[in-house]
T-cell receptor
Framework: GENVEQHPSTLSVQEGDSAVIKCTYS??????FPWYKQELGKRPQLIID?????GEKKDQRIAVTLNKTAKHFSLHITETQPEDSAVYFC????????????FGPGTSLSVIP | GAVVSQHPSWVICKSGTSVKIECRSL??????MFWYRQFPKQSLMLMAT?????????EQGVEKDKFLINHASLTLSTLTVTSAHPEDSSFYIC?????????????FGPGTRLTVL
């Protein structure tokens, strides 16, 4: 089955700096890669996603890149703000197996004012 | 966007009792729902895929007789934790995909925090 790895597990940045989180996946059939932000005790919130036919996608301060050959994808947050502090999860989904989404272990991001 | 609800939001029970958690898609039909478990400071671990009108598909290592899943309608899936023990204490989250919607985003419920004493 799919296995998603994520690095780093914790990340601290100064407000205004950029944050980068990297993930790898194992199943070459995976073709959809969402990123979720989860605040303590709350549900995961989708912040951006990318499909395997696209190499990069940007939404304001957030961007995601995908290297399908290397099975790598990354989240880039620019001009970080204290409210960006949360746990971020990458995930992967294949169109087989009932479209189940497999999560990475998560990155705890702290933005220091 | 589509809304998924869960009930209850939290529950405390005694060891040995059974607890039922409901997951509802409020404004769309969900032929497939997913159940995740999340321990503190850990990731969401997929437990099972719930399919309307058929048996659930469990992930490796998840006891199907302990975690009973019923997906009786297109808007409701239930997870019953049978004979709960303290090690079952966790945050249980369901999700559903709106196949009829404009995107294929997976929507998550707010989660149910289970504490077994």
């Amino acid at each position: 089955g799919e296995n998603v790895e994520q690095h780093p597990s914790t990340l601290s940045v100064q407000e205004g700096d950029s944050a980068v989180i990297k993930c790898t996946y194992s199943d070459s059939a995976s073709n959809y890669f969402p990123w979720y932000k989860q605040e303590l005790g709350k549900r995961p919130q989708l912040i951006i996603d990318i499909r395997s036919n696209v190499g990069e996608k940007k939404d304001q301060r957030i961007a995601v890149t995908l290297n399908k050959t290397a099975k790598h994808f990354s989240l880039h947050i620019t001009e970080t703000q204290p409210e960006d502090s949360a746990v971020y999860f990458c995930a992967a989904r294949a169109e087989t197996s009932y479209d189940k989404v497999i999560f990475g272990p998560g990155t705890s991001l702290s933005v220091i004012p | 966007g589509a809304v998924v609800s869960q009930h209850p939001s939290w529950v405390i029970c005694k060891s040995g009792t059974s607890v039922k958690i409901e997951c509802r898609s409020l404004d769309f039909q969900a032929t497939t729902m997913f159940w995740y478990r999340q321990f503190p400071k850990q990731s969401l671990m997929l437990m099972a895929t719930s399919n309307e009108g058929s048996k659930a598909t469990y992930e490796q290592g998840v006891e199907k007789d302990k975690f009973l899943i019923n997906h009786a309608s297109l808007t409701l899936s239930t997870l019953t934790v049978t004979s709960a023990h303290p090690e079952d204490s966790s945050f249980y989250i369901c999700s559903a995909r709106d196949f009829g919607g404009p995107t294929d985003t997976q929507y998550f419920g707010p989660g149910t925090r289970l504490t077994v004493l």
